[in-house]
């Protein structure tokens, strides 16, 4: 494996990890019901961010990458990486 992918590897290794992270932390505030219910959008946002990084994960440690972009199931990201 060559350098740059060692790097693509352990980057999106540690995406992975921190969407995961970022999942257990929503499913901690959900579990409280009146808090959720006062803060639906800002969950819905970490839920987002959650879904971002794991597309991002599987796109730095895919060949090819242009693959993993167009498989990405969050379109906003998506169209973000194929408009820059």
Known sequence: MNDRNHWLERVGAQL?????????????????????????????????????QNCLARIVTADPMEQAVAECSFAELKQRLLAA
Not at 22 to 50: H, W
């Open 16 to 52: 992975s990890r921190l969407a995961t992270e970022i999942e257990a932390l929503g499913e901690v505030l959900c579990s409280d019901v009146e808090m959720m219910q006062r803060n639906l959008t800002t969950l819905q946002a970490i839920d987002a961010i959650a879904q971002q």
